[in-house]
Nanobody, 113 residues
Framework: VQVVQSGGGLVQPGGSLRLSCVAS????????MRWHRQAPGKARELVASIDASGGTTNYADSVKGRFIISRDNAKNTVYLQMNSLKPDDTGVYYC???????WGQGTQVTVCS
């Protein structure tokens, strides 16, 4: 099992970023996927989840209306589109396969002016 994350970086408040997580080594299209984040000094929290087909998504209240999780099963990739970013969104974002208890390497997102 392997996942490779990309797309983090530094952005000003109000800006946008898109995170990607490319997976391999398992039946990607059969498993739900999640994005978590961990801010400095805080516990890791669930940000968004998507079911295997992509038909059902869920979001933390703090990101509803701003973030969009999606997936392309043909490309074994899950995305997190982050819009209207706030300084509180700063942290390391992790791609997660809950049924395999597997985590990506994390990617840093920093929102500041």
């Amino acid at each position: 099992v392997q996942v490779v994350q990309s797309g983090g970086g530094l952005v000003q408040p109000g800006g946008s970023l898109r995170l990607s997580c490319v997976a391999s080594g398992f039946a990607f299209s059969r498993l739900k996927m999640r994005w978590h984040r961990q801010a400095p000094g805080k516990a890791r929290e669930l940000v968004a989840s998507i079911d295997a087909s992509g038909g059902t998504t869920n979001y933390a209240d703090s990101v509803k209306g701003r973030f969009i999780i999606s997936r392309d099963n043909a490309k074994n990739t899950v995305y997190l589109q982050m819009n209207s970013l706030k300084p509180d969104d700063t942290g390391v974002y992790y791609c997660n396969i809950p049924e395999l208890v597997f985590w990506g390497q994390g990617t840093q997102v920093t929102v500041c002016s």
